[in-house]
């Protein structure tokens, strides 16, 4: 029901936007979030919007760097991530639910499959 796209190998300070495509009837009222996984580590939250668009949340580290859209008459959400970091480099999946509260511990019931995202120094 969830398909990111745009990943790629980047230099650092370049720019990527990811898309996640949903083919969720209910996508219109699911708050919408994309997290992001390195190799060895936790999966963490990166960023959130809620189902209306008006109003989004980001982890401290992206905060200014990295944005998140969604167009809903398409039932597409998007992170622009800019200023890039070797750090960035992970993998990026999209995640949504009717409930904000489950959105940042990442207790959500949708979840796409992800896309690689590399950064080199």
């Known amino acids: 029901p969830l398909v990111e796209s745009g990943g790629g190998l980047v230099q650092a300070g370049d720019s990527l936007r990811l898309s996640c495509a949903a083919s969720?009837?209910?996508?219109?009222?699911?708050?919408m979030a994309w997290f992001r996984q390195a190799p060895g580590k936790e999966r963490e939250f990166v960023a959130a919007?809620?189902?209306?668009?008006?109003?989004?949340y980001y982890e401290h580290s992206v905060k200014g760097r990295f944005f998140i859209s969604r167009d809903n008459n398409n039932y597409m959400v998007y992170l622009q991530m800019n200023s890039l970091k070797p750090e960035d480099t992970a993998t990026y999946y999209c995640?949504?639910?009717?409930?904000?509260?489950?959105?940042?511990?990442?207790?959500?019931?949708?979840w796409g499959q992800g896309t690689q995202v590399t950064v080199s120094s």
């Open positions: 919007i809620d189902w209306s668009g008006t109003n989004d």
């Open positions: 969720i009837p209910t996508f219109t009222d699911l708050n």
């Open positions: 995640t949504g639910d009717l409930n904000w509260g489950r959105i940042v511990p990442g207790a959500t019931e949708y």
